[in-house]
Every structure is written in structure tokens, then in C-alpha cells.
Nanobody, 128 residues
Framework: EVQLVESGGGLVQAGGSLRLSCAASGFTFDDVAIGWYRQAPGKERERVSCLTTKDGSTYYADSVKGRFTISNDNAKNTVYLQMNSLTTEDTAVYYC?????????????????????WGQGTQVAVSS
């Protein structure tokens, strides 16, 4: 059974930091895409960042570039999202998702993966 479990959310003041973790199980971790998404009340889900576990290539949304860092530990089947310089605009439920690429794809760009598995989410609240 595929499982993704997020942790590390919480309440933090603006300017502070949090590190989210996504622990994965039930699938081979060394050639997948892991994405971090967020959804704030009344807003559409937004992809924040993603990573390809095979080569460590990454993507960041413009809204978090320079503040967030995604990383992976394949030995622990875990992906992290280090979030610094948080603002109230970062308040949302954060989800991690695992994805793969169709067989005829010649890319390992995490943005092109199909994300089939999702965690339950972890709340991040940033106070002013």
C-alpha cells in the first residue's frame, strides 16, 4: 500500500521557518517525482515545489523561490521542504504527492510527472 505522511506543520510568526517532511512507503523511491502542493482557504491548489528522486533536479514556484528548499533522503524514503522567511501568504494546508512518468516520456522533469498518490496534508499557519 502506497502511503505518504506529511509532518512538520504548525504555527509560526512571519519571518520564521518550518521544515516539512514527507515520509513515503509502499513504492520504489529511487525514480519518482515528489511534489509539494498547498491550498489556502478559497484558493486553488498550487504546486510549490517538486523534485525528481533519481537525479535530484528540482522546481520551485516563483512565489517561494529563494525561500523554500526541497531535498530528499532516498535512504529514508523521505522528502523535505525547508521553508524560510515565511509570510502570511504561505498559510495553507501543505500536501506531498508522488508521481511517475508515462513510459513514452523521455523526461524526468518533475513538472511533467503524473501525481497519483497524495498525503493527508499538514497545516502551516503564519501569523503577522
Amino acid at each position: 500500500e502506497v502511503q505518504l505522511v506529511e509532518s512538520g506543520g504548525g504555527l509560526v510568526q512571519a519571518g520564521g521557518s518550518l521544515r516539512l517532511s514527507c515520509a513515503a512507503s509502499g513504492f520504489t523511491f529511487d525514480d519518482v517525482a515528489i511534489g509539494w502542493y498547498r491550498q489556502a482557504p478559497g484558493k486553488e491548489r498550487e504546486r510549490v515545489s517538486c523534485l525528481t528522486t533519481k537525479d535530484g533536479s528540482t522546481y520551485y514556484a516563483d512565489s517561494v523561490k529563494g525561500r523554500f528548499t526541497i531535498s530528499n533522503d532516498n535512504a529514508k524514503n523521505t522528502v523535505y521542504l525547508q521553508m524560510n522567511s515565511l509570510t502570511t501568504e504561505d498559510t495553507a494546508v501543505y500536501y506531498c504527492a508522488a508521481g511517475s512518468w508515462p513510459e513514452d516520456y523521455n523526461t524526468r522533469d518533475c513538472r511533467a510527472a503524473v501525481y497519483d498518490y497524495w498525503g493527508q496534508g499538514t497545516q502551516v499557519a503564519v501569523s503577522s
